[in-house]
């Protein structure tokens, strides 16, 4: 999740909204909650992710993690016992 916060706040800066505070005032978020999305604490929802990218002009790859790098194993197939 950090480098979801990490994006974000790098998206942010270079949108031109020079604070946190000003950004979710626009995005109608209280402070501390846009503060925890930079922070790698906490996710947005759909609704917000959206809101965020349609803000700062960019698409939801570029925040998920696996967008940075950060690749998980695959699930195994549903259904596939081990012997």
């Given at each position: 999740?950090?480098a979801?916060?990490?994006?974000?706040?790098?998206?942010?800066?270079?949108?031109?909204?020079?604070?946190?505070?000003?950004?979710?005032?626009?995005?109608?978020?209280?402070?501390?909650?846009?503060?925890?999305?930079?922070?790698?604490?906490?996710?947005?929802?759909?609704?917000?992710?959206?809101?965020?990218?349609?803000?700062?002009?960019i698409?939801?790859?570029?925040?998920?993690?696996?967008?940075?790098?950060?690749?998980?194993?695959?699930?195994?197939?549903?259904?596939?016992?081990?012997?």
């Amino acid at each position: 999740m950090k480098a979801f916060g990490s994006r974000l706040k790098q998206a942010r800066i270079k949108a031109e909204y020079p604070s946190a505070q000003q950004f979710a005032a626009v995005l109608g978020l209280e402070p501390h909650t846009y503060r925890k999305y930079e922070r790698g604490e906490s996710e947005p929802n759909l609704e917000t992710l959206t809101r965020l990218c349609e803000l700062l002009d960019i698409t939801p790859n570029y925040l998920l993690p696996i967008a940075a790098g950060e690749k998980k194993a695959p699930p195994a197939p549903r259904g596939s016992a081990a012997a």
